[in-house]
């Protein structure tokens, strides 16, 4: 977390001495860069059995990628697209294993292909948007969000990656709340998403606004499962607007 950006937007600054926005993941790629962390939102309407010509190669594939054979791994997906050049998951596949190798040129490459098929394919817009993200180039990231928006406006996940882009990236809290609650109208009861508004409206110097939501998703927390870093944030809160014993 120390190692994130800090959230320091239009507002004026940090709500607090802290930077509170550091406890957020910005993107699943920021906690690791591995399995299909990064790439498990473009394979996700895939997960079904499918005999087609390529898809055996595809799964041999994926099975060597999970044992850390990456070499093998590239030769199935090669193998695939030689049976079907259009075949999604094994151009997904290795853009992944270039990831890994951190040759972010060749994986844009790989997900530009696929896209031109599937252009408004969900998944491949925010993996696509995220692969920029991890080389700041912010404009293109933000297009491709923006446009993941548009094609599934019901999609928590497009508002979420640009509530958490123009966040931490680009400093744009007064952007970033807008994208929280564009989120937040679709699925109100997201302990995450009313966490990050609390975030965006405290670097806002929205203080009564920002405990309202942290009260928010405290109360929706289960009981077995209760984050103490949001009661601390909150306990923070009320102790910056003199609330000492709420505090």
């Not at 696509?128 to 404009?139: A, C, T």
């Not at 564009?182 to 966490?195: E, G, N, P, T």
């Not at 929205?206 to 870093?229: G, V, Y």
């Amino acid at each position: 977390a120390a190692s994130r950006p800090v959230f320091n937007g239009s507002g004026g600054g940090s709500f607090f001495g802290t930077n509170l926005m550091s406890r957020l993941i910005l993107f699943p790629l920021f906690a690791a860069i591995a399995a299909t962390s990064l790439y498990g939102d473009a394979l996700s309407p895939l997960k079904t059995t499918n005999f087609t010509p390529g898809w055996q190669q595809y799964e041999t594939g994926l099975q060597q990628m999970g044992s850390g054979k990456l070499k093998e791994a590239e030769d199935s997906f090669k193998a695939s697209l030689a049976a079907d050049p259009h075949r999604m998951e094994a151009l997904v596949g290795l853009a992944e294993l270039a990831t890994f190798r951190k040759d972010f040129k060749t994986a844009e490459d790989y997900l530009g292909k696929a896209l031109a098929d599937k252009p408004n394919n969900l998944g491949l817009l925010l993996t696509s948007g995220r692969i920029r993200v991890i080389q700041n180039k912010l404009p293109d990231a933000e297009a491709f969000f923006k446009k993941a928006s548009a094609v599934s406006p019901q999609a928590i996940g497009p508002y979420v990656d640009l509530g958490d882009l123009y966040a931490l990236k680009m400093h744009k809290s007064d952007q970033a709340l807008k994208a929280y609650r564009q989120a937040l109208a679709i699925d109100d009861k997201s302990v995450a998403l009313h966490y990050r508004t609390a975030l965006a409206l405290a670097d806002q110097n929205m203080a009564p606004a920002a405990i309202a939501e942290m009260q928010r998703a405290m109360a929706l927390q289960p009981k077995e499962d209760k984050d103490p870093q949001i009661a601390l944030d909150l306990g923070r809160m009320y102790l910056s607007q003199k609330q000492y014993k709420l505090s």
